[in-house]
């Protein structure tokens, strides 16, 4: 999902599509966008991604009103928007939310744009690793208060919608008369008759049964100066029309600027009053999992570091934890995994009001492998990162080229002035160094733990790979600095 060039970063926007819950479709360029920041790179040709990003960022805090500097920094985050949602897709899930509905609450934090930067530095940080960290924090602060139940149940969604929005999503989705008319009323008598109910222990507004949406199509036959005779059944398909048009129009919501919705942005920055930060709910749970880790054995806690965070194969580590077979070193990782399960269900089920059915369970537990995997690794990430550190400035810069901008090894060697060859030289001559740095610190860190292990070569090969792809090369250079 990459987008190639920057003109691509600033002026395209994801399309999703709702029916199926697919994130992964095609970019679609906004022609106001793409002609806009056409011009503007041709007066400032050699100019960076990361400039650019700071250049509408300072925009848009400057001058709320600057529509296209609203879309274009708008559009360079629909990634971050992205990523985010498939890091966290299984908490979405504890929710029963699906990945569009996250990608959308996404989007809605990332237009709040004084709420997101509110405390930015320009000078130390990198606009995307910023914001990455912040509307992940948004996300999860809306999920644990509960908001995203009446946010994104359809009864709520056409509840909290106003009659123009819904004549203008209608009318761009091509809806014609005399079906049109009878969305309009339909939305009306269902906004003037339906009682808000809520299953007992759920957030959710649920939506009306067999007989309120009989006594809704009575109103409407009131209503309707033909009193055209219509059932509940009917009813009911007119509103799924309205749902779908607006989530249609919502998901196309920043496609093109002529749609750019004002109103909503402005919604939320009147109500950007002093709240807990955005990140506490995600930070309550991580204290409960770090707790629960932190009562483990010392030969527990180095199994799940060695297992799940280097990811070592099992079967190689068994010898050392005294196992014999792969099998019992992995019933003893799924123990583990249900101490830090039962605490993180307790805290749930208090905190969150998730009842404790064998799925919720299930999706909890994806919760704490996620958890599980990148807490562990977060050591090792660290023994590379500091590794990395001690490389040149322009080693860092070549490997932020070739692996951060996913540049071909052709243009990063013509940039940096040496041959192809020479750089794949360079770029191997790294990764064994840090390859090398890191078996030195685990080997020191767990003496005898990768005696006659196979695989491990292989996986810390692969756990190095991984950090370069991913590392964030911003940060690096101005620990540098």
């Known amino acids: 999902m990459k987008r190639k060039d920057i003109v691509e970063q600033f002026s395209t926007f994801l399309e999703v599509d709702d029916r199926n ?123 644990g208060r509960g908001r995203e139940g009446d946010k994104y149940s359809w009864p709520a969604l056409l509840r909290n919608t106003g009659k123009k929005p819904l004549e203008k999503a209608l009318k761009n989705a091509g809806i014609k008369e005399p079906e049109y008319t009878r969305c309009c009323l339909a939305f009306q008598c269902f906004k003037d008759k339906y009682v808000p109910t809520r299953k007992k222990g759920s957030q959710k507004l649920q939506p009306p049964a067999p007989k309120q949406l009989e006594e809704i ?49 402005e919604f939320a920055e009147a109500n950007n009053y002093d709240e807990p930060s955005a990140s506490d709910e995600w930070g309550q749970v991580n204290s409960v999992l770090v707790g629960a880790f932190q009562k483990l054995t010392k030969t527990e806690k180095e199994m799940l570091e060695l297992a799940m965070g280097l990811n070592i194969n099992q079967g190689d580590l068994a010898p050392f934890f005294g196992y014999k077979e792969q099998y019992e070193i992995s019933r003893e990782i799924k123990r583990n995994r249900k101490e830090l399960l039962k605490a993180f269900g307790e805290w749930s089920a208090e905190n969150l009001g998730v009842k404790l059915s064998s799925q919720k369970l299930g999706n909890l537990d994806k919760i704490v492998k996620e958890w599980l995997e990148y807490y562990c690794a977060h050591p090792f990430s660290k023994v590379v990162k500091s590794a990395l550190l001690r490389e040149s400035p322009e080693t860092i810069t070549i490997l932020r080229q070739h692996f951060g901008g996913e540049k071909s090894l052709a243009e990063v060697a013509n940039m940096a002035g040496v041959s192809e060859k020479e750089l794949k030289r360079k770029l191997k001559q790294v990764k064994e160094s840090l390859q090398q740095h890191l078996a030195s610190r685990v080997a020191e860190n767990y003496p005898n733990a990768l005696d006659n292990c196979l695989s491990a070569d292989k996986s810390i090969a692969k756990f190095v790979e991984v950090y370069l792809q991913t590392a964030p090369y911003a940060i690096l250079k101005s620990n540098r600095n």
């Open 21 to 143: 819950d697919y994130l992964d479709n095609r970019w679609q360029y906004s022609p106001r966008l793409r002609n806009n920041i056409t011009k503007a790179i041709a007066i400032t040709p050699n100019a960076s991604e990361e400039y650019w990003a700071k250049h509408w960022l300072k925009q848009n805090l400057q001058n709320n009103e600057n529509s296209l500097a609203r879309g274009h920094l708008a559009a360079y985050l629909e990634e971050v928007c992205y990523w985010t949602i498939l890091k966290i897709s299984p908490i979405l899930s504890v929710y029963n939310l699906r990945k569009v509905d996250g990608f959308l609450m996404a989007r809605e934090a990332a237009v709040n744009v004084k709420k997101i930067f509110k405390t930015y530095d320009f000078k130390t940080s990198a606009v995307k690793t910023y914001a990455q960290i912040r509307i992940r924090g948004e996300v999860l602060h809306t999920l």
């Open 217 to 265: 199509a009575l109103f409407y036959r009131q209503c309707h100066p033909k009193k055209e005779v219509i059932t509940g059944g009917k009813i009911q398909e007119l509103l799924d029309i309205c749902v779908r048009v607006l989530k249609e129009t919502s998901s196309r919501r920043f496609t093109s600027l002529d749609d750019f919705d004002l109103e909503r942005e």
